[in-house]
């Protein structure tokens, strides 16, 4: 990019911010932002987080707000909306979707419930309403094993959707879950020999694997971990390099606690680009959120009676995560 192009989209960038924080304040809004979109968005969010924090966040510090706009991914705003009923909740894009949460369509789900009778329903967070509502508590990366441990020893659990979650849950509790058979594409695509190549480049450098990955890939971590115990290790930890295997959104926030060190993407394992990105995170653009905030559009609505049945294992995780 030559530099009246780049001088070009660098003023548009900051016309945008100004006209969102106008608006935010004009509306009494509120912007949440997840780790793995895009950092510009992340920048003027008003909270930026994981799942569980974005949860905790819109359960306990939206109720003074009127709108509510979660940037991420459909199932993430759906539950602010099962939190803040009686909030307008906005998306950016609203055909962000989730190739994990779509791996586990409800029907089949509540069928898979029904053949394994007698187990406790423990669901990651990255699902559809639907499938919440069949659920007995959620779960999200950085509070799963917390949650299963909290379970008793003899319990018979079934756990869904994301089997490489589940799997690596399952070695560091010793538990049996019975594991749903889905997946999230992005984390899917990490190898171990793209890793074993950044290794030989990066001796020292430890490695950061998310739990969602394979368990090939997990094994080869240094730190496993969601993207917030990930970015913790990363500040405080005494390396100078460090290779990073989950989407590749979160090198924003590494890079800004840690400007002094060195945060290197794993590319997917069929290509040799820096970085492994979701491509429904990166629907979400400063645009679309200042048209969402002008528009109060696209509108989140979730059915009264589903989002009741939703709540309760909504509210179940933020319990135990609480103790």
């Not at 480049?201 to 739990?211: E, N, T, Y």
């Not at 969402?292 to 319990?319: F, G, K, N």
Request: hydrophobic content about 40%; charged content about 25%.
């Amino acid at each position: 990019m030559d530099c009246s192009c780049k001088s070009s989209t660098e003023a548009r960038g900051e016309t945008l911010k100004a006209e969102i924080l106008q608006l935010k304040k004009d509306k009494n809004a509120v912007i949440l932002a997840h780790y793995y979109v895009d950092g510009a968005l992340q920048d003027i969010a008003d909270y930026v987080g994981d799942s569980l924090a974005l949860a905790q966040k819109a359960a306990a510090e939206c109720a003074d707000a009127d709108i509510v706009v979660m940037c991420g991914v459909n199932f993430m705003a759906d539950t602010v909306k099962v939190l803040c009923p009686g909030k307008k909740v906005l998306v950016p894009d609203n055909t962000a979707g989730c190739s994990l949460a779509d791996s586990c369509p409800a029907d089949d789900f509540e069928a898979f419930i029904k053949a394994h009778p007698g187990h406790t329903v423990i669901s990651y967070v990255n699902t559809s309403v639907d499938v919440k509502a069949l659920s007995d508590v959620l779960v999200t990366s950085g509070n799963a094993r917390k949650i299963v441990d909290s379970m008793p020893a003899d319990a018979r659990i079934i756990f869904g959707p994301d089997r490489n979650l589940g799997s690596y849950i399952n070695s560091v509790t010793g538990r049996d879950m019975v594991l749903w058979d889905g997946a999230c594409h992005v984390h899917e695509r990490f190898s171990v020999d793209k890793i074993a190549e950044l290794k030989l480049q990066h001796p020292d450098a430890p490695v950061l694997v998310h739990p969602e990955c394979k368990r090939p890939v997990v094994l080869m971590a240094d730190k496993v971990g969601s993207t917030a115990v990930l970015l913790d290790y990363a500040l405080k930890s005494d390396a100078r390099e460090f290779i990073v295997a989950t989407e590749s959104g979160i090198l924003h926030k590494m890079r800004q606690g840690a400007p002094d060190k060195t945060f290197i993407p794993v590319p997917p394992a069929d290509s040799t680009c820096g970085c492994n990105d979701c491509a429904y995170m990166k629907l979400n653009t400063l645009e679309k959120l200042r048209d969402c905030l002008r528009d109060e559009a696209p509108e989140i609505h979730v059915d009264p009676e589903l989002a009741e049945r939703a709540l309760r294992p909504i509210e179940r995780m933020l319990e135990l995560s609480a103790r």
